[in-house]
């Protein structure tokens, strides 16, 4: 166990539609970073978050957003859903920016039909 | 940019035997390299990481890895596998500061 939790662990939902994908990082973590994993895509970097702002941004589609609350938890919207946005969602946590050890949630299996 | 590439998505080996996992970076400045494991529905766990102290770093589960700055590498090693090592292993590489970038990752398939 990371500590690093994500919910929901599933979901199923129609194109077109708009999820939100929760993560808790590990306690103390500062820094929150989303991948999606996909089979044609493998493993890609979408999104970071330090702190509650911003600090890099990857392979993200202008549909899906994020952010981080005071609280530090984050969450990604993925929104106009389509059937490629199928994929594994994971949410990883670090103590500082330049951190370089991230810790791993056990994802999000999102599925568009 | 940097990134990485692993040699292989499957590889197979029989139970008691080396397992290598290849991988190759490309980076303009020493990185930070990292392997991952990933089981079957589940999230990644770090296995090991290089970050420039020792040039053969050694991780959980029996597995090592050696930094060759001269071949660019960061190959995975273990001795002698294991059932429990079917999984599938993530190379990734770091600049301070940058995100991280995954290689495709490697299936090991473990034969009894």
């Known amino acids: 166990d990371s500590g690093v939790t994500q919910t929901p662990k599933h979901l199923i939902t129609a194109t077109g539609q708009r999820v939100t994908l929760r993560c808790s990082p590990r306690s103390g973590d500062l820094s929150v970073y989303w991948y999606q994993q996909s089979l044609d895509q493998g493993l890609q970097f979408l999104i970071q978050?330090?702190?509650?702002?911003?600090?890099a941004k990857g392979n993200i589609l202008e549909r899906f957003s994020a952010q981080q609350f005071p609280d530090l938890h984050s969450e990604l919207n993925l929104s106009s859903l389509e059937l490629g946005d199928s994929a594994l969602y994971f949410c990883?946590?670090?103590?500082?920016?330049?951190?370089?050890?991230?810790?791993f949630g056990p994802g999000t299996r999102l599925t568009v039909l | 940019a940097q990134s990485v590439t692993q040699l292989g998505s499957h590889v197979s080996v029989s139970e008691g035997a080396l397992v290598l996992l290849r991988c190759n970076y490309s980076s303009s400045v020493p990185p930070y390299l990292f392997w991952y494991v990933q089981y079957p529905n589940q999230g990644l766990q770090l296995l090991l990481k290089?970050?420039?102290?020792?040039?053969l770093v050694k991780g959980i589960n029996g597995f090592e890895a050696e930094f060759k700055k001269s071949e660019t590498s960061f190959h995975l090693t273990k001795p002698s596998a294991h059932m429990s090592d079917a999984a599938e292993y993530f190379c990734a590489v770091r600049r301070s500061g940058d995100d991280m970038r995954f290689g495709a990752g490697t299936r090991l398939t473990v034969k009894p």
């Open positions: 990883a946590s670090s103590v500082t920016l330049a951190d370089n050890e991230q810790f």
């Open positions: 290089y970050t420039s102290a020792a040039t």
């Open positions: 978050y330090y702190n509650g702002e911003e600090r």
